[in-house]
């Protein structure tokens, strides 16, 4: 019996030696990871949209990674170094505009209506080929970063204050 259970340790040693300890360079990070999904040069599939050549900004891009969305399963201790080179590799830009907001507004509701249903729709249905906000997965700390950074052609909005935007956030995620 115990030349049976050291042979087991032994054998379990052995492949966890051929194991990698160490995370992998980000080039093979993305093609482990994202490439089925997103296409080996970030092109999109019908699984997931394109990354490449996006307008996507560092915070949102790294709380994507981190919480996910949808269908994509978060990714726990990614490094800065890392996710930094990924974007180059794929060319996002880190550029997004910036919007001023409404002076005033009563409610999340009312914000959401000034400053969002233009092109996500009054209810989060869409519109104009935007993006709907119902029926998606989306953790509450990615709607504040997309909210707080922006991606593409939607603004950030920078100068909510952390009560606003946790208010307009939570209006958001109730839009399901």
Do not use: W
């Amino acid at each position: 019996m115990p030349k049976l259970l050291f042979g087991v340790t032994l054998s379990l040693f052995s492949s966890l030696s051929s194991c990698r300890l160490e995370p992998p360079p980000p080039e093979e990070a993305y093609a482990e990871l994202c490439a089925r999904c997103h296409g080996p040069e970030g092109e999109g599939t019908e699984r997931a949209p394109a990354l490449a050549k996006r307008k996507i900004p560092y915070p949102l891009f790294k709380a994507a990674v981190e919480h996910g969305m949808d269908l994509m399963r978060p990714i726990e201790n990614v490094d800065d170094v890392g996710l930094r080179t990924v974007m180059r590799q794929l060319s996002i830009e880190e550029f997004v505009p910036q919007e001023v907001l409404p002076s005033s507004y009563s409610s999340p509701e009312t914000l959401y209506l000034q400053a969002c249903a233009r092109c996500h729709g009054d209810g989060g249905q869409g519109k104009g080929g935007r993006l709907a906000l119902r029926k998606r997965r989306i953790p509450p700390e990615l709607i504040r970063a997309f909210i707080r950074h922006g991606i593409d052609d939607m603004p950030g909005f920078p100068s909510l204050t952390e009560e606003q935007l946790s208010a307009l956030s939570d209006y958001v995620a109730r839009l399901k």
